[in-house]
């Protein structure tokens, strides 16, 4: 899926039509090294999270696919989380710099 209308969203999505959920951490989404220059890291992470227009893929793969693609990609690309049971999608971060958050469908851009 793409993350044209913000990568919680496209996060959610597969992970609603999969019947899963995921664990996200913050640490590992890309942010431009220049964007902390103009807001905060919270901010800068929400336009990630719920921003649009980025047309970044999102992929959800077996862990040992994903680190090879990772690999075969370089630079640019990561993996930002892990499949859990369940059915919510949580941003966790593990050095307590953001709070943990609960994703959906409702904050980032609706078409209708």
């Not at 959800?60 to 640019?76: K, M, S, Y």
């Not at 941003?91 to 710099?97: E, F, I």
């Amino acid at each position: 899926m793409d993350s044209s209308d913000g990568l919680a969203d496209a996060i959610v999505q597969i992970c609603r039509a999969s019947c899963v959920g995921a664990e996200i951490d913050p640490n590992r989404i890309t942010l431009p090294p220049s964007l902390s220059k103009l807001v905060s890291p919270e901010q800068a992470l929400d336009w990630a999270l719920y921003g649009g227009e980025d047309f970044e893929l999102v992929l959800c793969l077996p862990t040992e696919a994903a680190e090879e693609l990772v690999a075969q990609l370089g630079e640019g690309a990561a993996v930002i989380g892990k499949i859990t049971s369940g059915n919510q999608v949580w941003l966790k971060d593990k050095t307590g710099t953001y709070a943990d958050q609960l994703l959906s469908l409702n904050k980032g851009f609706q078409h209708f």
